[in-house]
């Protein structure tokens, strides 16, 4: 078992800041990749940014240039810094942890909403 826990979101303003991390603990040994992803009501959970244990990073389009996922040392502490914020960019926040096997565990979520 793996417990994500979430931190940061909240409101920000058009081209503002936020940063989320999120903390595991449990078997992170098990863990062979983490991302942020998000979901707007109605629609699907998507990949927003992504890493592995080697520090690989992948991004979706729609954030490249203004997100950056990080590591704290070892992949059981991970951040997203969020820049140049959008609207668009509403939504909640859930931490995913992949571990050996495909098993994915989720966090609770954390709102990020952004004014135009």
């Known amino acids: 078992q793996v417990q994500l826990v979430e931190s940061g979101g909240g409101l920000a303003q058009a081209g503002g800041s936020l940063r989320l991390s999120c903390a595991a603990s449990?078997?992170?040994?098990?863990?062979?990749?983490m991302g942020w992803y998000r979901q707007i009501p109605g629609m699907e959970r998507e990949l927003v940014a992504g890493l592995n244990r080697d520090g690989l990073t992948q991004y979706a389009d729609s954030v490249k240039g203004r997100f950056t996922i990080s590591k704290d040392g070892s992949i059981d502490m991970v951040s997203l810094q969020m820049n140049n914020l959008e609207p668009e960019d509403t939504a909640v926040y859930y931490c995913g942890a992949v571990v050996g096997g495909g098993g994915h565990y989720w966090g609770r979520g954390t709102q990020v909403t952004v004014s135009s």
């Open positions: 449990g078997r992170v040994f098990t863990i062979f990749f």
